[in-house]
């Protein structure tokens, strides 16, 4: 079956760096996605990564590993406005999201 | 920007209804989506449609349909509303078909069946 696992929920502190992971398994592969959703608002689009490796965006980086279904996504030097749900969804054979149920990330001062 | 409109942020109706949750976007997208998002659970798809006219459903179609008469219009339908569709549901949009580009999200509606 298909399956996407990504921790319920994690803590850090602001100014830190916290790295949530997500493994997948898929009925195919053409790359992982990750989201960023505020409570009550819509999902944003952060990262897509197909190649294995690290991909950096300002303070957000976002790694794949493809023959180990894994993936995570670094946030750096945290700010209380990153306090949200990371949504990690992988594109199957295909092109259909399997997304997995999210990370809640709470960030303390 | 893309901009992804969902007609009512909260909703409320009652067993038995036909409801009916609109969402127009404004990209010229190929491809529009319909989620329920509950907690604890990853976002599922219940319909797609990738061109004008045609639908397909998703992991969990029961209970539901859809309509696009227009490219940037996608209607869905609780043909007779359960309390088991309390949910909060997203439409989304992306370009192109068979290619990886990310999904546009709307604010979502939150339905409430009592």
């Known amino acids: 079956g298909q399956n996407i696992d990504q921790p319920t929920e994690m803590t850090a502190t602001e100014g830190a760096i916290v790295q949530i992971n997500c493994t997948y398994q898929?009925?195919?592969?053409?790359?992982l996605f990750w989201y960023q959703q505020h409570a009550g608002e819509a999902p944003t689009f952060l990262s897509y990564n197909v190649l294995d490796g690290l991909e950096e965006k300002g303070r957000f980086s976002s790694f794949l590993s493809r023959s180990k279904g894994y993936s995570y996504l670094l946030l750096k030097e945290l700010q209380m406005k990153d306090s949200a749900s990371y949504l990690c969804?992988?594109?199957?054979?295909?092109?259909?999201?399997?997304w997995g149920a999210g990370t809640k990330l709470i960030i303390k001062p | 920007d893309v901009k992804v409109t969902q007609s009512s942020r909260y909703l409320v109706k009652r067993t038995g209804e036909k409801v009916f949750l609109e969402c127009v976007q404004d990209m010229d997208h190929e491809n529009m989506f319909w989620y329920r998002q509950d907690p604890g659970l990853g976002l599922r798809l219940i319909y797609f449609?990738?061109?004008?006219?045609?639908?397909e459903k998703g992991d969990i179609p029961e209970g539901y349909s859809v309509s696009r008469e227009k490219k940037e219009r996608f209607s869905l339908i609780l043909e007779s509303a359960s309390t088991n569709q309390t949910s909060m549901y997203l439409c989304?949009?992306?370009f192109g078909t068979g290619v990886s580009q990310p999904q546009h999200f709307g604010d979502g509606t939150r339905l409430s069946i009592l």
């Open positions: 898929t009925s195919g592969f053409n790359g």
């Open positions: 989304a949009s992306s």
């Open positions: 449609s990738y061109d004008v006219k045609m639908k």
């Open positions: 969804a992988s594109l199957d054979s295909n092109y259909q999201l399997i």
